[in-house]
């Protein structure tokens, strides 16, 4: 699948007001197998995608489009504390 990045690219202009973004990590099998059923930590620093993200729901933010933010624990170990490494980018 492409980069959320590269498709973001392609299609922004056709992004009006609203918006769904789901990080869903790209090995789900792998960080299975790291995390052992656990989920209270970080397992894979996506901390650069995480960056970029944030960039990119700051620009939605300036064109008033309503950001949905879906985060699935197979992105970097833990959905939550994924969650709070974004609210410190926005904020």
């Known amino acids: 699948m492409p980069s ?11 992004i009006k007001d609203l918006t ?3 990080l869903h990590g790209e090995d789900r099998q ?4 790291v ?9 894979v620093d996506r901390q650069n995608e995480l960056t970029k993200m944030a960039e ?3 620009e939605l933010n300036s064109r008033k489009v309503e950001v949905y933010l879906n985060i699935n624990n197979h992105f970097e ?7 709070e490494r974004i609210k410190k980018l926005l904020a």
């Open 4 to 14: 959320i990045f590269e498709i973001y690219n392609k299609y922004k202009n056709y």
């Open 20 to 22: 769904v973004i789901r």
């Open 30 to 33: 792998g960080i299975e197998n």
């Open 35 to 43: 995390s052992n059923g656990n989920w209270d930590k970080i397992y």
């Open 56 to 58: 990119l729901m700051k």
């Open 77 to 83: 170990g833990s959905a939550p504390l994924t969650i």
